[in-house]
């Protein structure tokens, strides 16, 4: 976004991206969520399961009660092994979780995430850390998921 981001406008992109979502996910069964050949060899239950970890992680984050994954000078490589890492632990704890635990803690996360969106101050959007925390972890995950879960189903998924 070229303009200065506002609180109004960050929370309805964030509106905007889980209605996508939502809108994607509206009537798949059980057997559909559940299918590994959405995006990686994941499901739709392994994506949802992995951005629950990260609206989680986001929320730590943002209360200060978690240390950045990063270390000062790491490299962008670096950066994304560690989270290439991160992201196959996950995926790891969470891919014999029941379906229904899956989405009502990507819930529970997503409300949590979303509280922390609504509580930015002005401060906080002239931040780039700070918006780049919700921004990274809102819009700009669900816009690396949704175009993934929208191929598939446009596949037949």
Not at 29 to 47: C, N
Not at 66 to 92: C, T
Not at 128 to 148: K, Q, V, W
């Amino acid at each position: 976004m070229s303009q200065p981001w506002t609180k109004e406008t960050l929370l309805a992109e964030i509106a905007a991206r889980r209605a996508e979502l939502d809108a994607l996910l509206a009537g798949l069964s059980d057997e559909q969520m559940a299918r590994p050949d959405v995006m990686d060899g994941w499901s739709i239950k392994d994506i949802l399961a992995h951005m629950t970890w990260w609206h989680q992680r986001m929320c730590t984050l943002w209360r200060h009660e978690a240390e950045s994954l990063f270390q000062p000078g790491d490299s962008d490589e670096q950066q994304r092994e560690r989270i290439d890492r991160l992201n196959a632990q996950v995926y790891a704890e969470n891919k014999d979780r029941a379906l229904l635990d899956v989405i009502g803690a990507f819930e529970r996360s997503y409300l949590d995430a979303l509280g922390v969106a609504q509580s930015v101050t002005e401060a906080d959007l002239s931040d780039d850390n700070r918006l780049g925390l919700i921004g990274g972890n809102m819009n700009g995950h669900y816009e690396e998921h949704i175009p993934a879960i929208r191929a598939w189903r446009e596949a037949g998924g």
